[in-house]
């Protein structure tokens, strides 16, 4: 039941009913998103004076149907911003500016179908096999990032600019000869040096788009810093590594293994979980990191793995003290992985 509203009614917490597009045809915010007070005001500013909601927004379903259509339009979303992403850095490889409305438009619909949806993982791994591992990777530590944020509890307006800050955190790759970035042996020393100083040129670019929060262009610079300051560029550790920088440091590290690149396969989700957990001391934020941890964690009961044995199996109680070894249920057989050594977890399916 859709009914048209004027916008000068501020109709907050209503679902949009129709995808709204901008002049260039680009998906500006898509149908089923509970209208929050910056999407009303980005109407407002675009010129809009009506939309179509979605008629009697009961309390009690809500959530249900809210959660679904979001769940449904996540590939979209995603796709629509490695388009963005993809637009953006061609921009500024010829050497044009970034406007900030349009890093704004990507984020401010991304970010409520992100927030509002509990599993993004199994539309992320989806993502992996449709883009250039740039573009996919831009999207997945963005939205990685906002999970982790929201996990730690960050405000809105924190999760906006820790996501702008994810989605940009490679842009600098740009600036680096295409050769050097898809080489797929390994770089020699100046290679390597020039590899290394994509942080300091997405800084660069980043401060010419003038967002308004610094965080965004530091966490750009810092996020390949390590905690004992054995990172670049800057060699900066501990307390002097930004939140934003220690956030998107741990999606982007999670991202790398688990996507297949030219020199190794990838890892498997909960191996890269392990990993990240006892092999990243020093590298990583600890407590970031465990974020990362408990999100997936979240995320995993009810889900469908596939063990090592070939089987597909459901989880049904995670194991808090070792959580890549739950208990697992194939049709009425329960296994329990924690006791089971020879039986591991080798992916998660989607
Ligand atoms: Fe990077």
Redesign the pocket.
Known sequence: MLIRVDLATFPLGKTLAKDLYSSDGRLLMPRGIILKEFHLQQLLQRGYEHIFVLEDESSSSNSGSSSKNEDTRLPEVFSNTVENIRDMMAAVSAGHMVKPSEVNESIDILLPEVTGTNNVMKHLLNLRNKDEYTLQHSVSVGVMSIKIGQAMKLSDKQLKNLGIAGLL??I??CKIPIEIINKPGPLNEEEFKEIQN??IY?YRIVNDIKLPDPDISTAVLQ??EHQDGHGYPLKAKGKDITLFANIIAVA?VFDALTSDRAYRPKMPLLKAIDHIVKSTLGHLEPMVARRLFTYILDISIGETVLLNNGEKATVVLINELDPTRPLVRIGDKFIDLKTEKDIFIQDLLT
């Open positions: 955190h490679d600098g790759k994509h942080p997405g996020h390949h982007d």
